[in-house]
């Protein structure tokens, strides 16, 4: 990356370094995930101001220095969302969705699509922070897979293509499977496999409800194909 680079990102992570410094991990339309660090960012009078905050959306100049680190030389601010900060559910949520991007999308391949999901969701949350719920939060997960190519295989049988008695689901097989073929698989019930299918099919907003243990077995669903597919871990988002 020769030169300065300008790039619009926002804020996965924020981690103190040394006496004054942070190292930011950042997530650009065009770059991927980037980390950087921004000198002096922790003194009081430092020109980044708290403009550098994790869940903010940024425009930033972007230095190559000595180290394999960019060096943050610039920021503007794009979005804030304060009223996002001001609970802990939706700093939660907030926390989770960066860290589920920064888990399946950790290269510098640009993916404006992830961008754009991570920008809305943020948005959302602080827009409206009822909406810091387990349904919406495996809604985001949902679309985040399929912005990595891991689509589950919702329609027939993953295994065989029976299109009905589907009864499980197999993050190895890679979507539900049917009662023939369940072996490997968890009992996936009804509400949670239109849980799976509304949350794809509509937008993150209207992520739509469902009861707690059809929630615990979607979310099974949706950590079981990220850790097969992209063999990633997600962080829990309900309890056990
Ligand atoms: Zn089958």
Same mark, same amino acid.
Do not use: K, N, T, W
């Given at each position: 990356m020769p030169g300065p680079l300008k790039v619009q990102a926002i804020v996965l992570r924020s981690i103190r370094y040394g006496e004054a410094d942070r190292i930011l991990h950042l997530y650009t339309v065009t770059h991927g995930r980037l980390s950087a660090i921004a000198k002096g960012?922790?003194?009081?009078?430092?020109?980044f101001g708290a403009r550098l905050e994790p869940f903010m959306h940024v425009r930033a100049l972007l230095h190559e220095g000595r180290s394999d680190l960019l060096t943050v030389t610039g920021v503007d601010t794009v979005a804030v969302h304060p009223v996002l900060r001001e609970h802990a559910a939706t700093l939660d949520a907030a926390a989770r969705a960066c860290d589920a991007v920064g888990r399946l999308f950790e290269t510098t391949d640009p993916h404006p699509e992830v961008f754009r999901l991570l920008a809305n969701e943020l948005a959302l949350l602080n827009d409206d922070?009822?909406?810091?719920r387990t349904a919406n939060g495996l809604a985001f997960r949902l679309k985040l897979l399929l912005a990595a =190519?891991?689509?589950?295989? %919702?329609?027939?049988?993953?295994?065989? =293509?029976?299109?009905?008695? %589907?009864?499980g689901f197999s993050g190895a097989a890679g979507g539900v499977v049917c009662n023939s073929c369940e072996a490997a698989a968890f009992a996936l019930e009804e509400d949670a496999y239109h849980f799976l299918v509304g949350a794809l099919g509509a937008p993150l907003a209207r992520a739509p409800e469902a009861p707690p243990r059809a929630l615990r077995q979607a979310e099974r669903a949706i950590t079981d194909i990220a850790e097969y597919h992209a063999h990633v871990r997600l962080r829990p988002l309900l309890a056990a």
């Open positions: 960012a922790r003194r009081s009078r430092s020109r922070p009822a909406q810091a =190519g891991i689509v589950p295989q %919702l329609a027939a049988c993953a295994l065989c =293509g029976e299109a009905d008695h %589907l009864s």
